[in-house]
């Protein structure tokens, strides 16, 4: 495997793994504030559709991207209502919102499915033309790459350097508490969902637009659940899945890598890598992991008397 | 009514109750009530469980909204609607159950309560603050810490270090003894007393008539909703107050059984090196080495968090033996089921019912066959006798004289209802072996004594008990047997004539290790 | 509900129950189907059409009718397979996945077995229907029960990786030469297929899916199992104490509901298409969650919500068929509906959870 190969698949994990770790950045401030969303797979097909469509419309990836981001807060709004305006069950309303998203993503990206986009530019870091093995057309990476360090810092920072951070963590710990000390659960939980949205809403434009530039039915293949399996792989602290998302982008990039290699896998086969590794992730570290969770993850705030 | 010739320094009350009403589906929880708190004294509210003295001061904190009634400090009338708001007033409550949060720091939790927490936090200034305040009354914590890692005690000045460091001037407690050993207890009353003499105005809320003896100068007493007085300490007496708490006199309690047969019947527990692996911040137990006999009851005491619930679930085995060998009735029951134990003769009647014994959606009939399935299950399990189950519930109600509906779902019961199901589910098909975890915690007077009256006969008739309770009233009176749990190991054994309260006490908080182990 | 046999509901009391029921359940449809009419207004298509469309194709011909059964075959399965675990309060959404597998491990059996009669190979071909499905749920049984994983996530990847599975197979070792543009295992022996019904394609599938509704039923209101299994979802910790073997029960309940998924995956194969293809199912599986949601666990509501959601599912057909529309537009009118009874909770039919 030469040097070449090797950067290739970290190029590749690279790019497969920043729309993962916007995803997980998003599914953490939600599951801080006590919320599993499982919609987010449905989530962000219809941010990936949206934001293609209207890149395809306006012939700008930047609006592109804004526009996904927009719909990603818009779709989370909505399973955000059902949760916590409704207080319906957290597992249902997920589900339901993604079998929406499913749908609606269909609908949106209809007439899109073979369009041919400007997708975000990509360059190289200033100073990695020093190195002369990283100055390599594979280690140009486009900007929701390079903010993808930047933002998982203000995730973390927001959540344990705030004051609103420390509400929303009382908040996913225990709301009564939260509330009896002055703060309101529900706006708190709609502004995690927001924000987690809007997350969302970058994740898919990534995948959509800076990374595959297609649209497909169904193409986030289940990045939603990955997503919710590295926050507890991470256990919800927004640096460490940085690790997680590396990882799981680079198993996908593995598999491309083994069918370059000439080696003789199915690619069926390897399309059960990552789900797979997940899951032995899950397996192996899914114990000790349970006691560092929200403790009031996946209930529903009843409100007082 | 209050005497206006009284101890406090300032005649006029910080803050007034007048003719405060609150009803719950079903209860009278207050009536009209008035109550008077001043500054720098302390002020009991005393009164047995459900006398309505929390539901009053909820009110005061906003918790809860009086059906009538007025509120006022400083003499100006003011409408309390959310606990913000009472903090806003300087009033500030610490729950029985503590509102911390335990995977928080002890900075985090008490920064939530700041009123003006600036938005990007600053650690340090925070810390250098809660170390002041905690130098000043002798409250010292480590703000680093997270509250999981702290013991009961440590985590009430927690509490009351959020309460002072958020400019509460109106401290209540409630029932902040509960959990404390009596010489922690001690301390407690110290801080308080401290507190008094720089103008604080402390409500305890308790139960308990010795420590409002102690430490309180007013004292007012409810009844069933009402303030059935109010008295100075010099004018109280425990005499004057128990005529204040109850208004009939309560059957006293048969302790003095028959003496159980003879100590050649085999043993009904034996655990040898018993110890647990727990998960997460549970207590793990280690060198447990107990025995049961017929007609015995061995109380267990602890503080709550060091192994006496542990024990329990052992002994049913909810809680699996990591090490050592359990025998139940002479034979090894280490690795076996729940069910076979509970076949084999052994009962469990655990605190809080509707969480731990019962579902609540299902009706009292079906809840009492649950830990009996197999004896009335017909071919093979295909149906359900619904009637030989009616029949025996019917029967084991009247044996026990409680009258508790049959076809309605658990969770309309009362507590006390709820747990006399319980105790006729476990005890009427004649189990030799029972495990009382907390069975009267929660439970109003009446509840408690019969649930106790039942384990007393079941003694009678030649069944071991295990009790394990917070109250050490209760343990005293009904044990033949102490044990004492700390840190998950059983730290001393005694008869309960041989020792007192405050040296258990001692034991229970790890002060002293006992000269007196039974192998 | 309680099974105390002197308790029995007078006749009216049950027809203005069932009466309040099915009045609830209109209401719903109507503004499910409002609000999807709606959003294919905004996509530029003709929503009454749609409906007249689709009523006119399922009610109206014998033909229509028939097929709207065949679909609702499958989705009394997956729709059980949920039900089952639900119970005791776990949460299957892995049915898809457990549908794959029984269909894999099932016609293995049919490819592997070819001189097997009919009476010897249909009942062998749906154990082992049933056999993978369970075994594809035993794994997330084992986690859940030993309380390290929430089922909830294990089954959904399980999902991702079943049909890639099945498609590997299909590829590989069990790819019918000659096919080269749909690939897909050989024909089945005509040992191995499922009888229909007369001259439509309603298969065998139809009786097993309904004899397990019966059998649910009795089972829960019943036995000393359903008994317990009911303790178990209304408060595991009282059941544990009363000493029912909670995690037995929690695996078994998992297994059984991959089973039952399993066996709807072998006799949609079997039965209404003789081959296995990749990608067979249309979301059987999650379909199955939803209308198990919406039948709040009743056997009789899952028969009706299967059929009405199968009746919504072949307009969407229709709707791909006339109206140039994704085949995942159907997905929308489901999740609306659930959306309806997820915010008016007073609506969904009483079931066990609160």
Redesign the interface.
């Known amino acids: 495997m030469t040097l070449l190969s090797l950067l290739g698949v970290v190029s590749s994990a690279i790019f497969s793994g920043a729309s993962l770790l916007y995803a997980t950045l998003g599914e953490t401030i939600n599951e801080r504030a006590g919320i599993v969303d499982?919609a987010l797979e449905g989530v962000l097909l219809v941010s990936a559709a949206t934001g293609f469509a209207v890149t395809v419309e306006t012939g700008s990836p930047y609006l592109g991207v804004l526009a996904a981001m927009l719909a990603g807060a818009a779709i989370n709004l909505?399973f955000g209502?059902?949760v916590i305006g409704?207080?319906?069950?957290q597992?249902?309303?997920g589900?339901?919102?993604m079998?929406?998203g499913?749908?609606?993503?269909?609908?949106i990206g209809?007439d899109y499915t073979s369009a041919r986009i400007n997708s975000l530019p990509r360059f190289a870091l200033p100073g990695t033309s020093l190195i002369p093995a990283l100055s390599t057309s594979q280690f140009k990476f486009d900007p929701l790459i390079y903010l993808a360090l930047p933002v998982t810092v203000l995730v973390w920072w927001l959540l344990f350097?705030?004051?609103?951070g420390?509400?929303l963590?009382?908040v996913g710990?225990?709301a009564?508490?939260?509330?009896?000390?002055?703060r309101s659960p529900q706006r708190i939980q709609y502004q995690a969902i927001i924000a987690s949205g809007l997350l969302a809403g970058m994740a898919a434009a990534h995948l959509s637009i800076a990374w595959t530039m297609v649209w497909g039915?169904f193409m986030t293949?289940?990045r939603g659940?990955?997503a919710?399996?590295l926050v507890?792989f991470s256990k919800w602290h927004p640096l460490r899945a940085i690790a997680g998302a590396l990882l799981f982008g680079g198993a996908v990039a593995f598999q491309l890598l083994m069918q370059a290699s000439g080696i003789q896998i199915?690619p069926?086969?390897l399309?059960?890598t990552p789900?797979?590794l997940?899951?032995i992730v899950?397996?192996a570290w899914?114990?000790t992991r349970?006691?560092a969770a929200?403790?009031s993850l996946g209930r529903v705030y009843q409100g007082?008397? | 009514m209050t005497d206006p010739t009284s101890v406090s320094a300032s005649p006029a009350p910080l803050a007034s109750m007048r003719a405060i009403s609150k009803s719950f589906p079903g209860v009278l929880a207050n009536d009209r009530i008035d109550l008077d708190i001043h500054a720098s004294e302390i002020h009991a509210l005393l009164g047995e469980n459900g006398a309505g003295k929390s539901t009053l001061m909820k009110i005061l904190y906003g918790f809860y909204r009086a059906d009538s009634g007025e509120i006022s400090m400083h003499g100006r009338p003011v409408s309390i609607f959310s606990p913000h708001e009472a903090r806003a007033m300087h009033i500030g409550m610490v729950f029985q159950d503590l509102a911390l949060i335990p995977a928080f720091t002890v900075a985090e939790n008490i920064a939530l309560f700041l009123p003006h927490l600036p938005a990007v936090l600053d650690a340090r200034a925070i810390e250098s603050r809660i170390n002041e305040m905690a130098a000043r009354y002798d409250l010292q914590v480590r703000p680093r810490a997270l509250v999981s890692q702290l013991s009961i005690g440590e985590q009430q000045k927690v509490e009351i270090l959020k309460l002072l460091l958020s400019d509460a001037r109106l401290l209540i407690l409630d029932e902040p003894t509960r959990v404390l050993a009596p010489h922690e207890v001690q301390a407690l009353f110290r801080v308080l007393a401290s507190l008094r003499r720089d103008g604080f105005a402390i409500v305890l809320i308790t139960h308990k008539m010795k420590e409002v003896l102690e430490c309180a100068d007013r004292i007012s007493v409810l009844r069933g909703g009402r303030v059935a007085g109010t008295l100075t300490r010099a004018e109280a007496s425990e005499a004057r107050l128990l005529e204040l708490m109850f208004d009939k006199k309560l059957p006293p309690l048969q302790t003095q059984g028959p003496t159980p047969a003879g100590t050649e019947a085999r043993t009904l527990l034996e655990l040898r090196d018993v110890g647990t692996q727990a998960v997460g911040a549970a207590p793990t137990l280690s060198g447990i080495n107990l025995r049961l006999a017929p007609g015995e009851i061995v109380g267990v005491a602890g503080v709550s968090g060091n192994g006496q619930r542990e024990l329990g679930d052992v002994v049913l085995g909810i809680e699996r033996c990591a090490a050592g060998r359990k025998f139940l009735f002479g034979q090894e029951f280490t690795r076996r089921s729940i069910r076979a134990a509970r076949t084999a003769g052994v009962a469990y009647i655990p605190e809080s019912p509707l969480a731990l014994a019962a579902v609540p959606w299902m009706t009292v009939l079906e809840n009492m066959v649950l830990s009996r399935t197999q004896v009335f299950a017909r071919w093979g399990g295909l149906r359900m006798d619904w009637r030989a189950a009616r029949s025996e519930a019917r029967l084991g109600l009247e044996r026990f004289g409680y009258s508790v509906a049959l076809d309605v779902p658990a969770r309309s019961l009362s507590g006390g209802n709820l747990q006399r199901m319980v105790i006729v589910r476990e005890l009427a098909p004649g189990p030799q072996l029972i495990v009382a975890s907390y069975l009267t915690r929660g439970l109003d007077v009446h509840s408690a004594l019969a649930a106790r009256q039942a384990l007393l006969a079941a003694r009678a008739q030649g069944a071991g008990v295990l009790l394990i309770s917070e109250d050490l009233e209760e343990l005293f009176a009904l044990s033949d047997r102490l044990v004492v749990m700390f840190a998950g190991r059983m730290v001393g054994e005694f008869r309960p004539a041989d020792t007192t309260p405050y040296e258990v006490g001692r034991l229970m908080t790890g002060a002293e290790v006992a000269h007196d182990v039974h192998p | 509900m309680t099974s105390i046999p002197d308790k029995r509901p007078s006749l009216a009391a049950w027809l203005v129950k069932s009466g309040a029921v099915v009045l609830r359940y209109l209401a719903i449809f109507v503004v499910a189907f409002t609000l999807f009419g709606i959003i294919l207004w905004i996509a530029g298509k003709d929503p009454w059409l749609a409906i007249r469309d689709t009523l006119t194709y399922t009610l109206g011909s014998g033909r229509g009718l028939s097929e709207v059964v065949v679909k609702m075959t499958p989705l009394l399965l997956t729709a059980l397979a949920v039900a089952v675990p639900s119970r005791v309060m776990l949460i299957n959404i892995g049915s898809e996945g457990q549908l794959y597998m029984g269909a894999c491990l099932g016609t293995w059996v049919a490819l592997s077995f070819t001189g097997l009669p009919a009476w010897v190979m249909l009942p062998f071909m749906l154990f082992m229907g049933a056999m993978g499905g369970a075994l594809w749920a035993l794994v997330p049984a084992i986690l859940r029960a030993r309380g390290l994983v929430n089922e909830t996530i294990t089954t959904l990847l399980l999902n991702y990786v079943a049909p890639s599975l099945v498609t590997f197979f299909i590829y590989g070792p069990w790819r019918s030469p000659g096919n080269s543009f749909y690939p897909q295992t050989p024909d089945f022996v005509p040992a191995a297929r499922l009888p229909l019904l007369g001259d439509t394609r309603i298969h065998l599938g139809l009786v097993v899916g309904l004899v397990m509704l019966v059998l649910y039923w009795l089972l829960m209101k019943y036995t000393r199992w359903g008994l317990e299994m009911r303790a178990i979802g209304g408060n595991a910790q009282a059941a544990k104490r009363s000493g029912i073997p909670v995690t037995t029960y929690l695996i078994l309940a998992l297994c059984i509901g991959g089973a039952l998924a399993g066996v709807a995956g072998i006799a949609e194969v079997a039965g209404a298409h003789g081959r296995l293809r990749p990608g067979f199912s249309p979301g059987f599986g999650y379909t199955g969650f939803l209308i198990n949601w919406l039948a709040g666990g009743h056997p009789l509501g899952i028969l009706v919500m299967a059929f009405v959601v199968a009746l919504i599912t072949s307009g969407g057909d229709i709707l791909q068929i006339n109206q140039g529309l994704p085949f995942a537009v159907v997905d929308i009118l489901l999740a609306i509906t659930l959306f309806v009874v997820l915010a008016r909770p007073a609506l969904r039919l009483k079931g066990k959870r609160a």
């Open positions: 499982l909505l209502y059902l409704r207080r319906a069950n597992l249902a309303s589900l339901a919102v079998f929406f499913f749908g609606l993503s269909a609908l209809r350097h705030t004051r609103w420390l509400g963590r009382a710990e225990n009564q508490t939260a509330f009896a000390a002055g039915e293949a289940g659940f990955i919710v399996a507890i199915s069926f086969l399309d059960t789900y797979l997940t899951l899950l397996m899914g114990g349970r006691h929200p403790a007082t008397e």
